[in-house]
């Protein structure tokens, strides 16, 4: 069974920086896209940033350009989110998302993991 786990969240100031990771483990066979989510309390889950399998081409919501980045290391199965300049608005539930192929299997399955709680707050 193949899960994403995400790490990295927490509480931080406004201006701060933040790090987010998600590793995919178990039996993978290979990795498509991977995204990072997020939803605040009372609104609807929102695309923050998505990154191709190569790594060559990142989308980023208009909120965050210009703060956040993408990034992935296929070696580890991983894909990070660095925010900086952040602010309360910010605050979220962020959740991992990928296609991912399982071994021995012919399909993609889009899976989610469990989300990490970031807080921008003084």
């Known amino acids: 069974q193949v899960q994403l786990v995400e790490s990295g969240g927490g509480l931080v100031q406004p201006g701060g920086s933040l790090r987010l990771s998600c590793a995919a483990s178990?039996?993978?066979?290979?990795?498509?896209?991977m995204g990072w989510y997020r939803q605040a309390p009372g609104k609807e889950r929102e695309l923050v940033a998505s990154?191709?399998?190569?790594?060559?081409?990142?989308n980023l919501a208009d909120s965050v350009k210009g703060r956040f980045s993408i990034s992935r290391d296929n070696a580890k199965n991983t894909v990070y989110l660095q925010m900086n300049s952040l602010k309360p608005e910010d605050t979220a539930l962020y959740y991992c998302?990928?296609?991912?192929?399982?071994?021995?299997?012919?399909?993609?399955?889009?899976?989610w993991g469990q989300g990490t709680q970031v807080t921008v707050s003084s």
């Open positions: 990154i191709t399998s190569d790594g060559r081409t990142t």
């Open positions: 178990g039996s993978i066979g290979s990795i498509n896209g």
């Open positions: 998302n990928a296609d991912i192929r399982q071994r021995y299997s012919s399909i993609y399955d889009n899976l």
